[in-house]
């Protein structure tokens, strides 16, 4: 399962499997989200917030361009999770033509 967790089509297929993180800044999530992430800045990873993540479950992380979801990424790891970045970020999502949104449920856009 590991390979298809860094690559968007594999994470969309397996959104009920994993915790999908967003790393990115707030207005950045307010442009377009994927449905049921969790928004949880870098900085917060970076100062220990885990916000309740689940441990037994893999952690996919996202950013705009899988930068700093790589940075991320590393963090989990090094605190015991299994974590993966989703490579290309938000950028490789809407190229696929995934689904995300704003939050009052229009169509998202990368910011």
Not at 15 to 41: F, M, N, S, T
Not at 78 to 84: D, P, T, V
Request: glycine fraction near 12%; aromatic fraction near 8%; include cysteine.
């Amino acid at each position: 399962m590991s390979e298809h967790l860094t690559d968007p089509k594999g994470v969309f297929e397996r959104l009920g499997e994993v915790q999908l993180v967003d790393c990115r800044e707030r207005y950045e999530w307010d442009a377009g989200r994927i449905e049921g992430a969790i928004h949880l800045p870098l900085n917060r990873i970076m100062a220990g917030d885990e916000d309740g993540l689940d441990r037994s479950r893999p952690v996919v992380v996202v950013c705009r361009s899988g930068n700093r979801s790589e940075l991320a990424t590393m963090m989990f790891q090094a605190r015991g999770f299994e974590a993966y970045n989703l490579e290309g970020g938000m950028e490789a999502w809407a190229r696929e033509g995934l689904p995300f949104s704003a939050p009052d449920g229009s169509p998202g856009r990368v910011a």
